[in-house]
């Protein structure tokens, strides 16, 4: 271990592990049996390392995070290539859990350098961001999801099993991507997307009602959404409409203004 490590009393390296010199750990840490944390990581105060977890390259991790069996975080983007750089880095926020054989990798210079995760995310067995992710708070991904490049995730977001999102592809907050849903379009805020390709199937109902939206929010949500989706004429002109109708409804702009910055197709019904 590190002199960083030997200083910190609280923190607990079993003796099979290999931290390395540089490596900065707070205070509280658990590092267990045959990890690795690489010289340029940053691990938060109370994180845990269970046996055989890695942290490589330029990766910051957050405070109360936990870190399975095989869980990999900060491996280099999978382009062919491409080595280890400082200008490549992956932050994670606090909080966070990463199931069995999960992996997160930095981002690529070019493109900013940073992927980054939340706080109180779940990350699920076989589940793997790539680089230049931007994944917000609270978001759950299940079994063997798999996020390509360049993707954002809003809060809230839930994944189910072995959906996979194509690259540069945006997910609006509190929005579910049905289990095996191939996702190649962005999702709106509060949509509810299922199917290979996926499809727009209504607004994700559960979540708005776990999250504490009223049932007011709720309605003024589902009118927007039928009158952007649902009503006659051309998707443009309905889109318009809305923005018309709507100004003063924040949660209703919130939808339009999702879908107007986007420079790809907005998944909608089938």
Request: charged share 15%.
């Amino acid at each position: 271990p590190s002199a960083t490590c030997c200083e910190l009393m609280s923190t607990q390296i079993h003796p099979t592990a290999f931290v390395e010199d540089g490596a900065v750990l707070g205070e509280n840490v658990t590092i267990g049996p045959f990890c690795h944390v690489g010289p340029h990581s940053q691990i938060g105060d109370s994180s845990v390392l269970m046996s055989h977890a890695v942290i490589t390259g330029y990766t910051e991790l957050g405070a109360g995070c936990t870190l399975h069996p095989h869980a990999v975080l900060g491996g280099v983007p999978q382009v062919i290539g491409f080595e280890t750089t400082p200008e490549s880095r992956l932050v994670v926020g606090e909080k966070c859990v990463f199931r069995e054989h999960t992996t997160a990798h930095s981002g690529m210079p070019k493109f900013g350098g940073l992927t980054t995760i939340g706080d109180n995310c779940f990350v699920m067995i076989g589940a793997h961001i790539a680089h230049d992710n931007h994944i917000g708070n609270n978001v759950v991904m299940a079994n063997n999801v798999s996020l390509a490049g360049h993707i954002s995730v809003g809060d809230n977001v839930w994944f189910g099993g072995l959906a996979a999102v194509h690259q540069f592809s945006r997910i609006g907050r509190n929005a579910f991507i049905g289990g095996g849903a191939i996702v190649v379009e962005d999702v709106i805020p509060f949509g509810s997307v299922v199917g290979n390709h996926a499809k727009l199937a209504g607004l994700n109902m559960v979540g708005l009602k776990r999250r504490g939206f009223s049932k007011a929010d709720i309605r003024d949500i589902r009118a927007a959404y039928k009158a952007i989706f649902l009503g006659e004429g051309l998707f443009k002109d309905r889109l318009d409409q809305t923005a018309q109708d709507y100004a003063d409804n924040p949660l209703a702009m919130e939808i339009i203004t999702f879908i107007r910055e986007g420079d790809r197709p907005i998944c909608k019904p089938a």
